[in-house]
């Protein structure tokens, strides 16, 4: 079993048989200086033109961050959105359905108020002279 380790490590250690050595001349050192150094001009053109793809791309991020521009939208009349008065009624005569909000007329504030504290006022002097208890 050693005996076989052994043979198998000296034929691997031993050189190619049948195949010569190969040698470079000046030239072929120079030709793959040449190759060398077109491959780092290509190698730098590269990294330039991802620098300039970057720069490009985080100004697309700044362009999503900051959202869309604001829409100048014209304000709207309701009283030009929505029908007539005349076309109203017409439409509802048709079909029950009144388009427009209900006009609320609301009453004046001030007589009614004073109707309600004089009430009160009425209330109190009326339970003071005919107390209940």
Known sequence: ???????ILVLLAAPAVGQPRRTFTQDDLRQ????RDAALARVKALEQASSVAARAVSDIDADLDLGPAPVQTP???????????EENANFYA???????????TLPDPEP???EVISLTLHLVQ????????
Request: no cysteine; charged share 20%.
């Open 1 to 7: 079993m050693m005996r076989w380790l052994l043979i």
């Open 32 to 35: 793959a200086e040449v190759a």
């Open 75 to 85: 304000a709207i009349d309701p009283e030009t959105v929505l029908p007539s008065e």
């Open 94 to 104: 048709r079909t029950g359905v009144w388009q427009r909000p209900p006009v609320i």
């Open 112 to 114: 009614v108020l004073e």
């Open 126 to 133: 009326l339970h003071r002279t005919h107390p209940t208890h």
